[in-house]
């Protein structure tokens, strides 16, 4: 994750300047997920509790719907 200071400035017929910033995020990823047992690791041949995350880029909360398969693969 990156970020990017966009500056504006703008000067108007009375010749007054006003300026103007702005930081931006720049990602290849616009959700982050996040994905972890409630003990701390799986366990094996236990019924695990599994929590999932999402989060925009800079970390506020990104509602979701998220679905999951189980069982052991062929």
Not at 33 to 43: A, K
């Amino acid at each position: 994750m990156r970020f990017v200071r966009l500056v504006a400035e703008v000067t108007d017929a009375t010749g007054e300047t006003q300026q103007q910033s702005l930081k931006v995020i720049v990602t290849e990823s616009p959700i982050r997920i996040e994905v972890f047992p409630e003990s701390g690791e799986l366990v094996q041949n236990v019924e695990n509790r599994i929590y999932v995350v999402t989060t925009r880029p800079d970390g506020s909360p990104l509602p979701a719907v998220v679905e999951t398969g189980h069982g052991t693969p062929d």
